[in-house]
Each structure stands twice: as C-alpha cells, then as structure tokens.
C-alpha cells in the first residue's frame, strides 16, 4: 500500500473568465465628467423652462399633464438630483 496521502483527483477548472467593464462605466473619467456636468445644464434648462411656463401661462402647465404642485416640487429640487 502507498504511504502517500490521499490526494482524490480534481478535474482542472475552467479559467476565471476576464472581467469586463461596466457599459456605464467610462474609461475616460474626463469624458465622465462632462457627460454629468451635461446632464446638469439640461436639468437646469428644464427648470429654467419649467418656472417661465409656471409663471408666464400656467394653462401650459395643465397642458403637459403637471399640476402646480408638481411643478413647485420639480423646481424646489436642487438641478443635480434625481429623483
């Protein structure tokens, strides 16, 4: 009989597969940053719009299915958050 511990025989497992990048995830952080500061002026345009219609014609408002609180809500948001 063989003194040699017992060693049962593994089957090789596969490689780890590569991680990939997140789709989100850029590898440009510069090209991340504008696409955020972007965003930010899009959503401050939004509100800039928002309270010239709320002010201005508040039947618009009616028009694309907000009420007034609604809107109050959407322009007491600070531009950079989301909901």
Do not use: C
């Not at 060693?7 to 490689?15: K, L």
């Not at 991680?19 to 940053?33: A, G, M």
């Amino acid at each position: 009989m063989n003194n040699a511990p017992f060693s049962p025989i593994v089957s090789p497992q596969p490689a780890a597969p590569k991680t990939q990048r997140s789709p989100t995830r850029s590898l440009y952080p510069v090209e991340t940053l504008r696409r955020v500061v972007a965003a930010w002026r899009e959503r401050n345009h939004f509100h800039v719009e928002l309270e010239r219609k709320l002010k201005g014609d508040p039947h618009l408002i009616d028009d694309i299915g907000l009420t007034r609180r609604q809107v109050e809500e959407e322009l007491a948001r600070p531009f950079w958050q989301v909901l």
